[in-house]
């Protein structure tokens, strides 16, 4: 059994009395650990409390690239192990890091179970001072995770929104004009089968306004300059032959690929006395056809959005699946595409021979999202935002970068500390880049890390390509 008074020079019994100190030595045992040696291991059921007494041990944690380590001490006093003993069944049943001992040494260990009776018999007060901070703590930061959620849900929302909007308005400006051009159209009809048009000059004026129609957006790119002067020689040609309001009529032809050359095959198939009604009514069919392009395309983007929306929200899948990280990154520019200023140029660089992995798509749109907004926060109106992928045998690696002023060296180590922050009251909860290292760590053993410059910053998100997640 350990001396009473060996165990008294050590910080963490110093104030305890003889009684309880004859009780503690009673209840423990003295173990020695050659160098290299783990005291406790990460994973194994957590059964001891351990108090060095000399020597020196290293923490670490075991992660999917190895162990990380994060401290080292030779003072005497220092414990680990199953600290969390006294919360009874709530406690962690396995131990959360590692103990090794870099140099001979030695510890008191005491049974957890022992521990635990022993820290609830003398100070019962603190028992449930420690319980509330414990819970309460963990409560805290549910409540703040989920308010850090809603945050990041009403960023994407009002981007998404505004991105909906815009070809939202943009199809039901086409529709306003396609009922006027339906209305023109149909009376135009009427008015040439009023003049006694034959069957067979409408059918190929019908057959050139679909020829027209196909043409939209198919022609070979022009300059205004070059379209302005189209224009201008087709609304003279108009002009002369006694088209009423050429001037309006020569853009949509034009944009149709129509010019002097069309305007004598009309006037060939349908003969002069039918040519001016004829265009009125080719003008405003092609016009039609192009509306109809204008409602599609808005519609087909609006379709894309919420696709978009659906793949970021994972809605339809279950938690865990085998994701295609892509497809994950995709669905988040997309939302984010809104809330990118102007002056911020977006670029990616896709491994498209990376695997896909298993994963908690729904947590990782998460993690992507803190780390798109951040660079984008710290960029302000003009900058790079940067996102490129690339795998090794083990790993898929996710890079985003920024070109803001950078991470200071004296606040890198903090950067994913619950609640740090440098953004001013108001702006930020602290919490994003801790909620994005528990789930790239946490949930899914990977890695996240931080690179920095002035004018270069990088995250670093690195994940198993086989499945560990817990």
């Given at each position: 059994?350990?001396?009473?008074d060996?165990?008294?020079k ?12 004859t ?6 045992k ?46 005497p006093?220092v414990?680990?192990?199953?600290i ?36 609830t ?6 028992i ?5 901070l414990?819970?309460g ?11 850090q ?8 929302t ?21 009922r ?7 009376r ?5 089968a ?9 059918r ?6 679909e ?29 002369e032959?006694?088209?009423?309001d ?8 034009v944009?149709?690929g ?11 198939k349908?003969?002069?006395?039918h ?51 892509h ?18 140029t ?26 798109i ?5 710290a ?26 002023p ?7 180590e903090?950067?994913?500390e ?14 994003g880049?801790d ?12 890695e ?9 910053t ?13």
């Amino acid at each position: 059994m350990i001396d009473i008074d060996e165990l008294r020079k050590l910080f963490l019994f110093e104030r305890l009395t003889d009684e309880q100190l004859t009780m503690l030595a009673s209840r423990g045992k003295v173990s020695t650990f050659e160098q290299d040696e783990f005291i406790v291991r990460q994973g194994e059921a957590a059964d001891c409390f351990v108090v060095l007494i000399e020597g020196e041990v290293m923490m670490t944690t075991d992660t999917s690239a190895g162990a990380v380590s994060m401290s080292r001490t030779s003072q005497p006093g220092v414990y680990g192990g199953a600290i969390g003993a006294y919360l009874g069944e709530r406690a962690p049943r396995t131990y959360t890091h590692s103990l090794r001992a870099t140099a001979p040494t030695r510890m008191f260990v005491l049974p957890a179970a022992k521990f635990a009776y022993i820290v609830t018999e003398w100070f019962p007060m603190a028992i449930h001072l420690l319980e509330g901070l414990t819970f309460g703590g963990r409560a805290q930061r549910e409540i703040i995770d989920r308010r850090q959620r809603l945050t990041a849900l009403g960023t994407i929302t009002a981007g998404l929104t505004h991105e909906l909007n815009n070809p939202a308005a943009a199809a039901v400006r086409a529709v306003s004009e396609l009922r006027h051009l339906m209305g023109a159209s149909r009376r135009q009809l009427a008015e040439l089968a009023e003049a006694g048009i034959a069957p067979e000059r409408l059918r190929h004026l019908v057959e050139m306004q679909e020829s027209c129609a196909a043409s939209v957006g198919t022609l070979p790119p022009r300059t205004p300059m070059q379209i302005s002067d189209a224009e201008d020689e087709l609304g003279d040609a108009l002009q002369e032959l006694g088209v009423e309001d050429a001037w309006e009529l020569a853009p949509s032809l034009v944009s149709a690929g129509f010019d002097t050359k069309g305007l004598e095959k009309v006037r060939a198939k349908v003969g002069d006395e039918h040519a001016p009604a004829a265009l009125r009514w080719l003008a405003e069919a092609t016009e039609i056809s192009q509306m109809l392009g204008e409602v599609t395309e808005a519609t087909e983007r609006i379709t894309s959005l919420l696709a978009s929306a659906k793949q970021y929200s994972q809605m339809d899948r279950a938690p865990f699946q085998v994701c295609d990280l892509h497809e994950l990154l995709e669905s988040t520019l997309a939302i984010f595409r809104g809330k990118i200023s102007p002056g911020i140029t977006v670029v990616t660089d896709f491994d498209r021979t990376m695997p896909r992995i298993p994963a908690y798509g729904g947590e990782l749109n998460q993690v992507w999202t803190n780390l798109i907004h951040n660079a984008l926060d710290a960029m302000g109106e003009e900058g790079t935002l940067t996102v490129r992928t690339a795998h090794d045998e083990d790993e898929a690696i996710v890079e985003i970068g920024d070109t803001g002023p950078g991470v200071p060296d004296g606040i890198k180590e903090r950067i994913f500390e619950p609640f740090f922050t440098t953004k001013s009251v108001g702006k930020g909860t602290g919490l994003g880049l801790d909620i994005s290292y528990r789930i790239v760590a946490g949930r899914h053993g990977g890695e996240l890390r931080v690179r920095s410059a002035p004018g270069d910053t990088w995250f670093e998100v690195r994940l198993p390509l086989r499945e560990t997640v817990s």
